[in-house]
């Protein structure tokens, strides 16, 4: 799980609209309210089992599972609405992409 969160860490929250960085612009820490903690890393588990599920070049499908078996025991309703994805404040849905090619390189590594 390790190799998954440091993976994540590197690509994710380097670039996360919620990260602290230094004048270098390092990433020192998540920026987020003491009463919010990243989706990704609640949920990492299961959205590596998620991108591990699905083989295809679409990210749509990728995106389906998402919200079948992460979105829906978060924040989200029973008709499938997320105010926080809605308001693009779901570090999760803004960054998924990145956080599937992460995943994948860590599952390619894993392999060789």
Do not use: W
Not at 51 to 75: G, H, K, T
């Amino acid at each position: 799980m390790q190799d998954y969160i440091e993976a994540v860490r590197g690509r994710v929250c380097a670039v996360c609209i919620d990260g602290i960085f230094d004048g270098k612009q390092q990433f020192v820490c998540c920026g987020l309210p003491d009463d919010r903690t990243c989706p990704i890393e609640v949920y990492l588990p299961e959205v590596i089992n998620v991108v591990e599920s699905i083989d295809s070049p679409r990210m749509e499908d990728y995106v389906n599972v998402l919200r079948d078996n992460v979105c829906s025991a978060c924040e989200q309703t029973e008709d499938g609405k997320c105010e926080l994805r809605l308001h693009a404040d779901c570090a999760l849905n803004r960054y998924f992409m990145l956080v599937a090619g992460a995943i994948e390189e860590v599952r390619s590594q894993q392999a060789n």
